[in-house]
């Protein structure tokens, strides 16, 4: 998800069921970097894998609430305004935590997301296996994708507001990274 959506590991662990649209092949990341609100792609090859995911998540939820649980936080005052949403479908976390867990701001019993952590360790864990010597976070994972979307052409603006970034000089640091030896040009000898 994180290198096939160019979310940051937050915007992704946050991420709602209702904000997946499998038919348009988007995903609505609210609340993002700077208290802004975007769209990124859902790629294709994660559709089923998603979907298989959901209706284990929805099993999750169906048990929690049959046990008198099966509530979520909510942002800002959507709690005050929708006071039946914390338990909806919609609601739900994509990737909620493995177990309930008192919420310290309400003191109700919850699931959360998968906490950041656990998230940053596997990838650490991904990273040792395989023996690369570079480092590697989820982060990196944000970055390999608007590098690999400019070096497959998409122009610098569609990556910019892909990723959410305000200023295009931002998303310019992508560029740098596109830039091969011998600044940028090709040796003849390759082209034969």
Not at 36 to 58: E, F, G, N, S
Not at 81 to 90: I, S
Not at 165 to 179: A, E, F, G, P, R
């Amino acid at each position: 998800m994180l290198y096939g959506t160019g979310m940051r590991i937050l915007e992704c662990l946050r991420l709602r069921v209702k904000d997946v649209d499998f038919k348009r092949r988007e995903i609505l990341i609210r609340d993002a970097k700077g208290h802004k609100d975007r769209v990124t792609m859902l790629p294709t090859t994660l559709v089923a894998v998603l979907q298989t995911h959901l209706q284990q998540v929805k099993l999750l939820h169906d048990s929690d609430s049959a046990q008198g649980f099966g509530e979520v936080y909510l942002p800002f005052a959507l709690e005050r305004k929708y006071p039946n949403a914390a338990r909806e479908w919609g609601w739900q976390y994509v990737f909620p935590a493995a177990h309930l867990s008192v919420d310290p701001r309400s003191g109700k019993t919850r699931r959360h997301h998968v906490q950041e952590q656990a998230i940053q360790r596997a990838i650490k864990q991904v990273v040792r296996d395989a023996g690369l010597t570079k480092p590697a976070t989820p982060h990196t994972l944000r970055h390999s994708f608007a590098t690999h979307l400019l070096e497959s052409g998409y122009d610098i603006r569609t990556v910019q507001e892909l990723l959410g970034h305000s200023d295009v000089s931002t998303t310019m640091i992508y560029t740098h990274v596109l830039n091969k030896g011998g600044k940028g040009v090709n040796s003849p000898l390759d082209v034969l």
